[in-house]
DNA sequence: ATGTGC
């Protein structure tokens, strides 16, 4: 792949293959050896009807279905685009949420192991069945669906200040849940408030290092600092609409001679019947994935309450697998755009109308979920962030699942996180072998090309005291 | 990511 060094950690894809628009890439040297593979990917999504300005991938590019996890690409309804549930993924508005409790690692210390054994029982996590709150029947799933974090919090799991602090206050508008299948319906109905499994969890962390101190402390940060992480989406429901609206797109694409360089970028025009199905369905996944995180914070509310009094807050909740219809100036011209992120976090400038009150002059909490053992973030986003004020979601792979479990034995994993002093609470240890740290990229090095790129800025580190894992 | 692999 022919690549040209366009500025600090930014190189471009020229046009060639059907390319609409070109391929921007943000990365070191380091990262991009990792990338090689997925950046045909990226090439393959800059063919999309409709597309704006470029086809993006974030530092954190690996492979993914269709589209590169850690790409974004805008179409324009009013120019032929399409929307892709490729663009989006199978973990429909997968994302992370960060509670800053009100005390500090040293005076949590001796309380830290029962706090861990009181979430090793209240948080559902794993594969299949089982969540904190079932909805009493198809009319709780149609409200839960259609508020999202709102009903949540209305049903008595959690306070009216959280939907403050949640990207879209808690609940997209435009959820269609006539679009969410019968079976969709089925496997959600029993699994509101889990974690899920493989790199999704529940972390009790502290403040390692603040980069910012006002910034911080205006999203309630402060070096020391307890925290809870929860990072997880919308469970068997997201995927079993992706899987629906990729087969309905699939059939249809022909009808509107639409042909796309690879069968998984199935796509039809925003402005069609199928791709408003599939965007009302996505919407109301979205919600399904925010009151997912309210009533899991809700559990781990209960948990510190009892051990040892200390209240959680919530800093912020947003999330990395969405396509959203956002207003954008491109070349000096506002357009409505369907912003596709995946595995890529929306990080709005400050001042942005949408950013709550109080911290808008600071730009939008990013929120960046390390792997097993290692450090998390809070960024913020920045003015003139690239690409679509997008930045990165994580570490990203770099081993298959199968690779990761055959380097390291479940023993070997846990002696090693016990060494380092985190206390981990997995369902299974054989399972979290295949999250062992080493395959993934490094954490620090992504956030680091991502703040250099000019498409964010760290705030605060966090490192894990304790962890929850599927 | 996922009642993991058509």
New binding site residues.
Partial sequence: MELVEEGPFRYRIDPHEGMRVPGIVFASRELLADAEQSLEQVVHVAALPGIVAASYAMPDIHWG?GFPIGGVAATDADDGGVVSPGGVG??IS?GVRLLAADCDGEALRPALAEIMDGLDRAIPRG??PGGVWRPDGAGELERLLAEGSRFAVERGYGEERDLLRCEDGGAVADADATQVGQ?ARE?GLV?VGSL?????FLEVQQVSDVYDDTTAAAFGLAPGQVCVMIHC?S??LG??ICTDHVRLMDRAMARYGITVPDRQLACTPVDSPEGRAYLGAMAAAANYGRANRQLLSDAAREVFRRATGARLSLVYDVSHNLAKIETHEVDGVRRQLCVHRKGATRAFPPGHPELPEDIREFGQPVLIPGTLGTASYALAGVAGGGAFYSTCHGAGRTMS?HQAARSITGSQLRARLRQAGIAARPKSWR?LTEETPEAYKDVDAVVAVSEGAGLCRRIARLVPLGVVK?
């Fill in positions: 279905y199978f973990d997968c594969a299949g079976r496997r699994q899920g499994s493989a790199n999704h989406g469970r068997g995927h079993q699942r399972g599927g």
